[in-house]
């Protein structure tokens, strides 16, 4: 007998098959599989007397959750930057975070953070702004607070960021070669999209995580999302670390043998793609699946950029912005055609960031193209985010077979100060419309992109179940809620279903992992305003028992 197997009985077992919630007895484990999953008499049949039982105490077990779309180093980067934000304490183990609104508040926050610092020529490095809420904040701000240290001020989803003179000095960034290679606001110190993930970031990781400073940031963040009760993540960058120590010490403690969840890795091809064509794309791709470990995957996928990032208001909207602003393009529609059609005729899976009406405008009528080109394609298409869709957008994805990832918590964070700030009260108050989703009969997850939001998937339920507003407490477009077992979906088969992983995990199947959280409450019995406060106090990864919080 395996040391794993067990038969699990004693408390609400939820198998999330189906269209509606359906419950078991017991679940039978043996090894790392379910073998049976049903009456706890028939239970006992299968394994005999001598296998071990496993009292739930009347605690309520799912499918292991899942977050599809995620970027571990993130988590990393959270925990060694400075974070002044605006909206509410995520809870995250041994840091605080204490809410700042306001211009001259977030800048007294800046001015105490900068005096905290010892050593002059230490860097500054803060996360957590947004100008909706902290007003425009921009080099010249810097400047008065430090023109000696280095300082870097990034926006919330790290898509963007503002460097005082000492900063980009340190970078070799100048007036005359600011444009050269990234489009670089040199005046105003501001990185954008490329300028900011692609030449900043590889140059400040170095600084803020120095040496194991990486490894033991990992660490925190296996920590974290282990306690959030998720069994598998996907992360749809494939980033591992800049370095190749920094690679190494990445698979060190993801791909550990004790590791308590699995790690789904999807690549964007689109450097490699600028540099050396269709072949260099592809051997990137194929390249990596070759480091697949005991627990980590890298997929042979492809994923593409659409349009800016959300918190940033740099994404693609019809029209513009109520303030005149328009958003970007990460990749040029034309260049992002041209790479999907690499991967739809390999077949390969494809994932699309993409946010704003306009942005999705593009994307359908590229993969519509694909399809007439290539009707013979067998590439699951899912587009991620998906903030401002349509309803004739909505429908034409479900005609073409294109499957949604969503975020949730745009709505929450977002909903209310929106409104005010960048789209009209109507758009922003249909943020992430997932009902419509759900209705129309597209395939549907959530997910939280960390750091844009918690990745913690009972959270992220809760936030498409009620659509509460974090500003008014108001629900906003109530039609748009989620059932309490459609956003529960959302955050097991068909988040595996992201990845297209839905016939191994997900669920609690015959056959399937045996991959579960245990849940002190459930949440079907609870008001769903309620849901996000239900402790996680154990889960099952392959079969092994870990606790978690106490009840």
């Avoid at 105490?57 to 779309?69: C, L, Q, V, Y």
């Avoid at 005096?115 to 020529?121: M, S």
């Avoid at 690499?342 to 999705?360: M, T």
């Avoid at 899912?382 to 869709?389: D, G, I, R, Y």
């Amino acid at each position: 007998m395996a040391t794993n197997d067990k038969v699990i009985f004693g408390g609400t077992i939820y198998t999330m098959e189906g269209e509606s919630p359906q419950a078991v007895e017991a679940v039978v484990v043996k090894e790392d599989r379910i073998v049976y999953a049903g009456t706890k008499a028939e239970a006992m049949k299968v394994m005999g007397d001598t296998v071990p039982g496993f009292d739930l105490k009347g605690t309520t077990m799912f499918p292991g959750f899942i977050d599809p779309h995620l970027h571990p180093a993130a988590i990393a980067f959270l925990y060694y930057s400075i974070t002044i934000r605006a909206d509410e304490d995520w809870g995250l183990p041994d840091l605080k975070i204490n809410p700042v609104i306001g211009h001259d508040e977030f800048l007294d926050a800046l001015i105490k953070a900068e005096r905290q610092l010892k050593d002059p020529d230490e860097w500054l490095i803060v996360s957590g702004y947004a100008s909706y809420y902290h007003g425009q904040i921009g080099r010249a701000d810097l400047e008065k607070i430090s023109s000696t240290r280095p300082i870097a001020l990034f926006q919330r989803c790290l898509h963007e960021a503002f460097l005082n003179g000492k900063a980009m000095e340190s970078f070799g960034v100048t007036a005359e070669n600011a444009k050269q290679e990234y489009d670089i606001d040199y005046p105003n110190g501001h990185f954008v999209e490329a300028a900011c993930i692609e030449f900043l970031w590889p140059r400040l990781i170095g600084i803020i995580m120095p040496g194991d400073r990486w490894k033991k940031a990992l660490g925190y963040a296996v920590e974290y999302l282990h306690q959030n009760g998720i069994t598998t993540i996907m992360d749809p960058l494939a980033f591992d670390g800049f370095t190749k120590e920094q690679q190494q010490q990445f698979l060190q403690v993801f791909d550990a043998p004790d590791i308590p969840f699995r790690t789904y890795m999807v690549a964007e091809p689109r450097l490699a793609f600028e540099k050396g064509g269709a072949d260099a794309a592809v051997a990137y791709v194929d390249g990596l699946s070759k480091k697949d470990g005991n627990n980590i995957k890298y997929m042979k996928a492809a994923k593409g950029f659409v349009d800016g990032a959300f918190f940033a208001q740099l994404f693609r909207m019809k029209g513009g912005f109520t303030d005149g602003h328009q958003g970007v393009w990460i990749t040029p529609p034309d260049e992002l055609g041209e790479i999907m059609t690499i991967f739809w005729n390999k077949y390969y899976p494809i994932h699309i960031h993409v946010q704003g009406d306009e942005g999705i405008d593009s994307i359908i009528n590229t993969f519509a193209k694909l399809k007439q080109d290539n009707p013979q394609s067998t590439s699951r298409v899912t587009f991620h985010h998906l903030a401002t869709p349509t309803p004739d957008q909505i429908k034409t994805m479900k005609q073409m077979d294109i499957h949604a990832s969503l975020l949730p918590y745009y709505l929450h964070a977002l909903g209310d100060i929106y409104s005010t700030h960048g789209l009209t009260p109507e758009v922003a108050q249909n943020l992430t419309p997932a009902a419509s989703f759900f209705k129309a009969g597209i395939i549907t997850s959530l997910h939280s992109d960390f750091f844009m939001a918690p990745s913690n998937p009972l959270y992220s339920a809760w936030c498409a179940a009620t659509r509460i507003g974090a500003i008014s407490g108001k629900v906003l477009a109530p039609e748009e809620r989620l059932t309490v077992f459609q956003a529960l979906q959302g955050i097991t088969i068909n988040a595996a279903d992201t990845f297209g992983m839905e016939n191994e995990i997900g669920s609690i199947k015959a056959g399937k992992k045996a991959d579960f959280t245990i849940l002190a409450e459930d949440p079907f019995k609870v008001d769903p305003v309620k849901m996000k406060d239900i402790k996680i106090v154990g889960k099952v990864f392959n079969g092994k028992y870990y606790t978690l919080a106490k009840q």
